[in-house]
Nanobody, 127 residues
């Protein structure tokens, strides 16, 4: 089993930036596509961004395009989510997930497609 651990969340003001990290316990993580999801109170968990196992393809929800960037460093078993121009609407628990996903086929935006999940890290953006 691949265990994922998120870090980098915190309390920031609108307009600030944060970089989240997702680090895996096994090198097999390098062969999985990885995504970030988020869940705000009273809302369903939603797809934020995903990256292919090679790092060559990245996909974003419309709400974060142009502001967030997903990247990975397979040598470090880590996937990052750089979040810029944060707004209060970005406040949520952010979780990373890994799975055998081929984003080229249009998959990867739903939770049940992923096999492994981290515990989440809280991001709070104040006005």
């Amino acid at each position: 089993q691949v265990q994922l651990v998120e870090s980098g969340g915190g309390l920031v003001q609108a307009g600030d930036s944060l970089r989240l990290s997702c680090t895996a316990s096994r090198r097999t993580f390098r062969r999985y596509a990885v995504a970030w999801f988020r869940q705000a109170p009273g809302k369903e968990r939603e797809f934020v961004a995903g990256i292919s196992w090679s790092g060559s393809s990245a996909y974003y929800a419309d709400s974060v395009k142009g502001r967030f960037t997903i990247a990975r460093d397979n040598a470090k078993n880590t996937v990052y989510l750089q979040m810029n121009s944060l707004t209060p609407e970005d406040t949520a628990v952010y979780s990373c997930a890994a799975g055998n996903i081929d984003y080229r086929l249009g998959f990867g935006a739903t939770m049940d497609e992923y096999d492994y999940w981290g515990q989440g890290t809280q991001v709070t953006v104040s006005s």
